[in-house]
């Protein structure tokens, strides 16, 4: 089996050689599964990420969010202490693109995470028993432990991110469903 890097830099790779018309494409694909959900339907605040190099695009997802009138909350990464502080938006002005190229929120307005209802996440690679391989930073981990018990971990990708089985370690938090263009996992 490869490891978590091989696997990451194989999968980064070929999403960072996407075409842009097929991720919006999948991306779109993906909102619409998103938004017929009961568990987003349900969700009255959402934890959602900024993408960035061809992940599953949000910002439809973000604009369709606030337009229901649910609680939008996205990750401010604090490089110095590597977490992400969930930090509510009321509109799209709310956002800045960082240095590192992709848009946070221009102030801190600190969620507690006991609200959050649903978070949805990203990842580099995924297997079919809903684990996850993310950037190895562990930022999201480190979220999602601290996550109340109802709250439900929604990953989101590409097809071609999600395979047979991956390494995991029991530290590893799994998904509870994984979204792609072609499938719904979990």
Do not use: C
């Not at 779109?28 to 998103?34: F, L, N, P």
């Not at 190099?53 to 997802?61: A, C, D």
């Amino acid at each position: 089996m490869e490891s978590k890097n091989e696997l990451r830099k194989r999968i980064l790779k070929i999403r960072n050689n996407m075409s842009k018309e097929d991720v919006e494409k999948n991306s779109r694909a993906i909102t619409d599964r998103i938004t017929s959900l009961d568990i987003y339907k349900q969700s009255k605040v959402v934890f959602i990420y900024m993408d960035f190099k061809n992940e599953v695009m949000t910002s439809n997802l973000i604009r369709h969010m606030l337009s229901e009138k649910k609680r939008v909350v996205i990750p401010y990464t604090d490089t110095i202490n590597t977490v992400l502080i969930p930090s509510e938006i009321t509109r799209e002005a709310d956002l800045k693109l960082n240095p590192f190229g992709y848009y946070e929120p221009k102030s801190i307005s600190p969620v507690n995470i006991e609200e959050i209802e649903l978070v949805i996440v990203p990842g580099v690679v995924f297997d079919k028993n809903l684990s996850r391989i993310g950037f190895g930073k562990g930022y999201y981990d480190k979220i999602l432990n601290k996550l109340k018990p109802s709250a439900k971990k929604l990953a989101v990708a590409h097809e071609f991110q999600v395979l047979e089985i991956i390494p995991a370690e029991e530290h590893d938090v799994k998904m509870d469903m994984i979204i792609t263009e072609k499938n719904i996992y979990g």
